[in-house]
């Protein structure tokens, strides 16, 4: 089982739906982060937690550090939005583990 | 402020060659981490170095190595190339060892 969990893996969405993207997690971490991947490859980082909730625009990002879960929120979503999203967490010796991503498709 | 950036961008090399990446992080980070992203395994950590010293290295055989330079420009090398190593290389960079890290555009290599 990997140990990090993403799900779901494709989803499909009507401009200006809310979206949320799930991430679970197996092993003792120091933080978790979300990334963009753009087509071509370049990645940017959204959002580093450790604890409790960050908001930038229309982008929300929460932890719950005892469920050893995280969510990715994006509100009125849009064709720009379109992206893989992916979960990492920075395990406590350093290491950084993965989650397969989620391919979000946000159609006009 | 300019960003990470990495060269080269594309490569071509041959099984059984040898290839160096480099990456040259943001001003004032000094923290580079090296990923290998590839359709079939997603991205996994290589190696991570702060004030050139090697502080993490991922589940990769020998062949992958790498060295960090007093200005923070790391480089990567992987000797003996397999077919398998055909990936996107993507390094990051950060100020201290756990903030949030910035990525370059990567070196996508083909093994022929």
């Known amino acids: 089982k990997n140990e990090v969990e993403q799900s779901p893996q494709n989803l499909t969405a009507q401009e200006g739906e809310f979206i949320t993207i799930n991430c679970s997690y197996s092993?003792?971490?120091?933080?978790l982060h979300w990334l963009q991947q753009h087509p071509g490859g370049g990645i940017v980082s959204l959002f580093m937690?450790?604890?409790g909730k960050k908001k930038h625009g229309r982008l929300i990002a929460t932890i719950n550090i005892q469920e050893k879960h995280s969510s990715l929120h994006i509100t009125a979503s849009h064709p720009r939005d379109s992206a893989v999203y992916i979960c990492?967490?920075?395990?406590?010796?350093?290491?950084?583990?993965f989650g397969a991503g989620t391919r979000l498709t946000v159609k006009p | 402020k300019a960003g990470v950036t990495q060269t080269p961008r594309y490569l071509i090399k041959t099984r059984g060659q040898q290839v160096t990446l480099s990456c040259s992080p943001i001003?004032?980070?000094?923290?580079v981490s090296w990923y290998q992203q590839t359709p079939g395994q997603g991205l996994q950590f290589l190696f991570e170095?702060?004030?050139?010293?090697?502080?993490n290295k991922g589940n990769f055989p020998g062949r992958f190595s790498g060295r960090q330079f007093s200005n923070s420009r790391s480089e990567m090398n992987v000797s003996t190339l397999e077919l398998g190593d055909s990936a996107l290389y993507l390094c990051?960079?950060?100020?201290?060892?756990?903030?949030?890290?910035?990525f370059g555009p990567g070196t996508r290599l083909t093994v022929t």
């Open positions: 990051a960079s950060s100020f201290e060892d756990r903030d949030e890290q910035y």
């Open positions: 092993v003792g971490i120091s933080a």
């Open positions: 937690l450790s604890s």
């Open positions: 990492a967490v920075r395990l406590n010796n350093n290491d950084m583990r």
């Open positions: 001003s004032g980070h000094r923290s």
């Open positions: 170095y702060f004030s050139e010293t090697q502080r």
